[in-house]
Nanobody, 121 residues
Framework: VQLQASGGGLVQAGGSLRLSCAAS????????MGWFRQAPGKDREFVAS???????TNYADSVKGRFSISRDNAKNVYLQMNSLEPEDTAVYYC????????????????WGQGTQVTVSS
């Protein structure tokens, strides 16, 4: 599976962005999908995940109520980010896998290249 993340950019605090992750190669619907982020000087951390069927989603406490993950049948996964805060500034990565460890990097086998999100105060 090859993953291509896009949609990052510079936004003011309180604004919104929608990240996209386009999958190619093996059947996208065979994998659960996740979004992770890495801020400068920090470890990569879990943001959100969605099951293969799209019926189960999970979020990090820091983004609950502000971010929403979704997927469609055309091999795309999305992360709608609202009420953005400067603390959300990071490189965002999409990932694909089938482990029960949906909130751990080790639960994913395939990774995209990342897209930069910068939130100004």
């Amino acid at each position: 599976v090859q993953l291509q993340a896009s949609g990052g950019g510079l936004v003011q605090a309180g604004g919104s962005l929608r990240l996209s992750c386009a999958a190619s190669g093996r059947t996208h619907s065979n994998y659960a999908m996740g979004w992770f982020r890495q801020a400068p000087g920090k470890d990569r951390e879990f943001v959100a995940s969605i099951s293969r069927s799209g019926t189960v989603t999970n979020y990090a406490d820091s983004v609950k109520g502000r971010f929403s993950i979704s997927r469609d049948n055309a091999k795309n996964v999305y992360l709608q980010m609202n009420s953005l805060e400067p603390e959300d500034t990071a490189v965002y990565y999409c990932a694909a896998g089938n482990s029960v460890y949906y909130n751990a990097e080790s639960g994913y086998d395939y990774w995209g290249q990342g897209t930069q999100v910068t939130v100004s105060s």
